[in-house]
Nanobody, 119 residues
Framework: QVQLVESGGGLVQAGESLRLSCTASGTTRSSLSIDAVGWHRQFPGKERELVAESTSNGTLTYAESVKGRFILSKDNRKKGPSLQMNSLKPNDTAVYYC??????????WGQGTQVTVSS
C-alpha cells in the first residue's frame, strides 16, 4: 500500500512561482513495478487532466499549456515527484494531484492541493 501526500499549494499572483511536492510512504513489492509518476490537475466541474508525467522508460510528457513553464522532477528525499511551476497564470488555478501508476495498472492518488493564481 502506498500513500501520497501533496504540499506546496497556495495563493499567488500571476507571474509568480510555486513548487509542489509529493511525499510517498508505504511500500510496493518492487520499485521496478512503478510505471509512471506525475501530476494531474482538476478544474471545477471538469475531468482530471494530465499536467506532467515521467515514465519508467524515461519518457517525459507535459501538457501543452504548461510546456516551458512547469518542470517535473523526482525528489529522492520525499520519494515522490516535485512540480516547479513558473510564470503562473490565472487559468492554472486548480486542485493538483500527485499520481503513482504501477505496471499492474493500479493507480495511487494523493488528496490534492489547491493552487490559486490571482490576476
Amino acid at each position: 500500500q502506498v500513500q501520497l501526500v501533496e504540499s506546496g499549494g497556495g495563493l499567488v499572483q500571476a507571474g509568480e512561482s510555486l513548487r509542489l511536492s509529493c511525499t510517498a510512504s508505504g511500500t510496493t513489492r518492487s520499485s521496478l513495478s512503478i510505471d509512471a509518476v506525475g501530476w494531474h490537475r482538476q478544474f471545477p466541474g471538469k475531468e482530471r487532466e494530465l499536467v506532467a508525467e515521467s515514465t519508467s522508460n524515461g519518457t517525459l510528457t507535459y501538457a501543452e499549456s504548461v510546456k516551458g513553464r512547469f518542470i517535473l522532477s523526482k525528489d529522492n528525499r520525499k520519494k515522490g515527484p516535485s512540480l516547479q511551476m513558473n510564470s503562473l497564470k490565472p487559468n492554472d488555478t486548480a486542485v493538483y494531484y500527485c499520481q503513482l501508476r504501477m505496471s499492474s495498472g493500479l493507480v495511487y492518488w494523493g488528496q490534492g492541493t489547491q493552487v490559486t493564481v490571482s490576476s
